[in-house]
């Protein structure tokens, strides 16, 4: 009687998820006409790529998530009162503001918020929390990784520290309920639930999230730029803002294709 001969075992590379998130990034990256700071995080399975993660660029209205952040943590503690004045040009309270600066990208709100919190005061404590890369003096600026670091402490409520978790609730509600979906959401299938916050100016366009997916939830992080004057300009787009808006909503699709 012959014996079976012994089942050959197959080597499986517990890094090959990564890799191949890496190399779509990169893939990407190397299509652009402008260098693009991207992070990818698959929640899910712990794949992650990176690009450019740690270059420092102007924050555009990003800068509103830190500023949120703090304003919420002071009403929480007391320090503030979120039915009180904000300082913005249209009479809204601190709550308000909060609320217009991250759903809707305010302007206003978002520039009196900056006052509240001290502007490059409060760069210490931002660094000493992990965002190493990112400042609140003008012109503000940050980068992919802080940026990432920041949405996924917001999604599992570590974002204001420990006994601050309805704060970060609070703020990752805001993120889900973003009106500015010209970029990443662009790119992805209709429905597809996304906690997210852009970020435009001149030479700078800019969108990062949390999508999810099927398989679970996905942290995606676009900065780009610089790009020729006359983009980026949500509020007055032309042909200049469809490519750069066009190339993040083309990663979100890659991203989403990747890892659904």
């Given amino acids: 009687m012959t014996s079976a001969a012994p089942a050959t075992s197959v080597a499986v590379d517990p890094d090959a998820p990564s890799k191949q998130l890496q190399s779509l990034v990169d893939g990407f990256a190397t299509r652009q006409p402008v260098p693009f700071s ?5 929640l899910s399975t712990g794949a992650e790529a990176a690009r450019l993660a740690d270059r420092s660029v102007l924050s555009a209205s990003l ?14 503690a007391g320090e503030l009162h979120g039915d009180a004045p ?8 601190i709550d308000q503001c909060v609320e217009a600066m991250i759903v809707v990208s305010d302007n206003a709100c978002g520039a009196a918020g900056l006052r509240l919190v001290g502007g490059g005061a409060l760069d210490r404590t931002l660094h000493r929390d992990g965002f190493v890369s990112t400042s609140l003096a003008s012109p503000q600026r940050t980068s992919a990784a802080d940026i990432a670091l920041f949405l996924e402490r917001a999604r599992d409520g570590t974002l204001l520290g420990p006994g601050g978790e309805e704060g970060s609730a609070q703020l990752y509600s805001l993120l889900q309920r973003q009106q500015v979906n010209d970029r990443l959401p662009a790119g992805l299938p209709a429905g597809t639930p996304l906690a997210h916050k852009t970020g435009d100016r001149l030479h700078w366009a800019h969108d990062a999230g949390v999508m999810t997916t099927a398989r679970g939830d996905v942290v995606v992080v676009v900065l780009s730029g610089p790009w020729d004057a006359p983009c980026c300009d949500a509020d007055h787009p032309g042909p200049s803002e469809a490519a750069a808006f066009g190339a993040i909503a083309e990663l979100g699709r890659e991203v989403y294709a990747a890892t659904k």
Avoid: C, H, P, S
């Avoid at 800068?63 to 929480?76: C, M, P």
């Fill in 38 to 42: 991207v992070v990818v995080v698959d």
């Fill in 63 to 76: 800068y509103k998530l830190f500023v949120a952040r703090e304003l919420i943590r002071r009403v929480n």
């Fill in 86 to 93: 904000a300082g913005d040009t249209m009479n809204r309270t």
